[in-house]
């Protein structure tokens, strides 16, 4: 069988982990060879690079830098880890990828949604994830759950205003692609989960 690819996105707090997670297990139940990586990181390389986007003492970091090093550290992870199991026939899931960098870099930051999904065709070599699950949730709701949960990273850190446009981004992007699935991240969480679930059976199905 093929290998199949699966992402994550939301806005920061939307519960991706947790899902991400439950995912995961129900797979493995199932008897699916399932890894899970991150975005920016998820290889030695990548890992470097998200240290430094996500540092907050890197307030002065320009945006097309900061748009560019998310493309070095996902060209990374795509050679190096999310084909070569793809191509082994297992199940990968992915926490954020090209729409991610689409709606923050994209369209919060004003670079243009374009121009980055440009870059990140170079970068991902035109990979595309079989689904992106869309859990959706208010930027106020967000960044609240974000702080109850701990220590914010710099992108986590920016104003209501940057975090009011990543949810625009969003709903924007929603529209445009077949593969992006929303869900109310206001749910409980196992109707997320089972959500989820029936649209991975019908993914499985098509293979």
Known sequence: MKGIFITFEGPDGAGKTTQINLLKEY???????????REPGGTPIGEKIRNVILDVENKEMDDICEALLYAASRAQLVKEFILPNIEQGKVVICDRFVES????????RGIGEEKIEAINNIATRGLVPDAVFLLMLTPEEGIKRKKNSGKLDRLEMEKIEFHKKVYEGYNRLKGKRKNVFEIDATLDVNLIHNKIIGIVENLLREE
């Open 101 to 108: 960098s689409i709606v923050y870099q994209g369209y919060a």
């Open 27 to 37: 797979l493995i139940s199932k008897g699916f060879d399932v890894v899970l990586t």
